[in-house]
Antibody, heavy 121, light 110 residues
């Protein structure tokens, strides 16, 4: 079955960097776009970024543009989120999600269980 | 402030029908299809409806979706206790070049 497993969460100081990974299985990873979505404690869902099936197209939320980078390695069936210049407001559960199509406009149809980052001094 | 507007809460008794609205604009709902996600307490979100009114396999037909102009809605008929969850609408925004979510609606089954 389709499975997405995030890793890389933890506690980090403001201004530092962190990288999340999302290992995908159960589907042809290289055929689908992939998203990152986050949820701050007690808050709603906030879309973070999306990457197309081949990595040629990437889009970001304004709140993370210039600080976060989404990437993928189709040979390893793995999605990444590099987060730099972290702020307290980046504290959240981060979900990796599979895009229903090959690009970015059909939406998320399968979600991982999430990984948590706490940005605090 | 979310780009898509949902009521923060909704409620109903078992067996009732409830509707959750999602209001947007011409650059998002007006131009693209809407997905709905259900998030049970303490769990990851799950897709409930995609392309306005298409149910993924495994989603009961008690759930239905619709879209008209710049608004969409999710209807749940025959309400059950296990439907108690947070519900989110989402769509692509052509002006922002970003996915946008509604603020979420907490459904309580009385």
């Amino acid at each position: 079955q389709v499975q997405l497993v995030e890793s890389g969460g933890g506690v980090v100081q403001p201004g530092r960097s962190l990288r999340f990974s999302c290992a995908a299985s159960g589907f042809t990873f290289s055929n689908y776009g992939m998203h990152w979505v986050r949820q701050a404690p007690g808050k709603g869902l906030e879309w973070v970024a999306v990457i197309s099936y081949d990595g040629s197209n990437k889009y970001y939320a304004d709140s993370v543009k210039g600080r976060f980078t989404i990437s993928r390695d189709n040979t390893k069936n793995t999605l990444y989120l590099q987060m730099n210049s972290l702020r307290a407001e980046d504290t959240a559960v981060y979900y990796c999600a599979k895009e229903k199509g090959s690009a970015w406009a059909n939406g998320m149809d399968v979600w991982g269980q999430g990984t948590t980052v706490i940005v605090s001094s | 402030q979310s780009v898509l507007t949902q009521p923060p809460s909704a409620s109903g008794t078992p067996g009732q029908r409830v509707t959750i609205s999602c209001s947007g604009s011409s650059s998002n709902i007006g131009s693209n299809t809407v997905n709905w996600y259900q998030q049970l307490p303490g769990t990851a979100p799950k897709v409930l409806m995609y392309s306005n009114n298409q149910r993924p396999s495994g989603v009961p037909d008690r759930f239905s979706g619709s879209k008209s102009g710049t608004s969409a809605s999710l209807a749940i008929s025959g309400l059950q206790s296990e439907d108690e969850a947070d519900y989110y609408c989402a769509t692509w925004d052509d002006s922002l070049n970003a996915w946008v979510f509604g603020g979420g609606t907490k459904l309580t089954v009385l």
